[in-house]
């Protein structure tokens, strides 16, 4: 359910808000109106009470070049308007200022950390997480809304707490800055993982995200996402995973991610490695912002793949 702009928001309406949506509706029907820093960018990304759709090309830190983002600055620069946010490595900001420079132009979205299991290609086991950017100089780079990742269960507890701390100072640097957080629960062999398990895994991560002081949480969309986004006090986004076979099938993904309460999506791969990138935004925005089909959506911007 998309979340109420302040002008047409009523008592009985505010009701009928999910849990994930209350974080905002408080922020913006607060008597005294007076918003901070954090809640004014916070709702920009849900701009007029929309579903957000964020675009992510932080692949590289992890990936190095990859196919669809080798040029990532033109890459940036044709990401369709109807995105609300892009999703960078710290380092790659200052490459794509221009993205963000104009009105009306994307939130820029800055990953604070960096995670060993990412490496898929090296076959990392341990699940480390390093500071890669502080919150400072994130805000001096040009940053709306930094993005920390956690991640539990990597088989060593002294491993989970030292991420737990990583991830909890960030979190606290960014408060003190009035950047929004999002809290990326990311398991750290998903691949390895029975769709129970993953389910179990990231329906805790969340919460716990959220009780650690993340304002939205990015995550899987799971078997039984009800129950994650029915469970967390914050809004949540479904990420798109794996590239699927075609753009339908992702729209798809969308779809059912905002049917199960999600407040919208990061989608990566999907969005950008397609035959018309634009395109595709265009068509994920339907979905996710306005509730059409994926079906529908695809029709409309005559997706091929």
């Known amino acids: 359910m998309a979340i109420l702009p302040i002008e047409c928001s009523s008592n009985k309406q505010i009701e009928r808000q999910n849990r994930g949506n209350m974080h905002l509706i408080a922020l913006l029907t607060s008597k005294e109106n007076k918003l ?36 990532l600055p033109e890459v940036v620069k044709n990401i369709d308007p109807s995105v609300d946010a892009i999703l960078l490595s710290p380092g790659m900001l200052s490459h794509c200022g221009h993205a963000f420079s104009y009105k009306g132009a994307p939130m820029a979205m800055v990953r604070l950390n960096w995670s060993s299991h990412f490496c898929f290609h ?28 956690l991640t539990l269960k990597t088989g060593a507890e002294s491993q989970d707490a030292s991420n737990v701390e990583v991830f909890c100072s960030l979190v606290s640097e960014a408060k003190e800055l009035g950047l929004p957080v999002v809290g990326e629960y990311f398991p750290a062999r998903p691949d390895r993982l029975s769709p129970e398990e993953l389910h179990d895994e990231v329906f805790r991560g969340c919460r716990i995200a959220a009780e650690l002081g993340a304002d939205l949480i990015k995550t899987f969309y799971t078997q039984n996402f009800k129950e994650v986004t029915a469970g967390c006090p914050v809004p949540i986004l479904g990420l798109g995973a794996e590239k699927t076979p075609t753009q339908v099938q992702a729209l798809e993904l969308a ?11 990061v989608f990566g791969r999907n969005a950008i490695q397609v035959p018309d990138p634009g395109a595709f935004q265009r068509a994920l925005a339907d979905v996710v912002k306005h509730g059409m089909t994926a079906a529908d959506a695809a029709r409309k911007h005559s997706l091929k793949d």
């Open 36 to 71: 901070k820093g954090k809640d004014i960018r916070f709702a920009r990304l849900f701009s007029k009470g929309e579903n957000a759709v964020v675009v992510a090309v932080d692949h590289g830190e992890f990936d190095g070049p990859l196919p669809g983002m080798i040029d």
């Open 122 to 149: 090296w076959n990392y086991e341990d699940g480390i997480a390093v500071p890669a950017m502080s919150a400072k100089d994130a805000v001096v780079a040009g940053a709306d809304i930094v993005l920390i990742c």
């Open 255 to 265: 779809e059912r991610i905002i049917q199960s309460g999600g407040r919208g999506v």
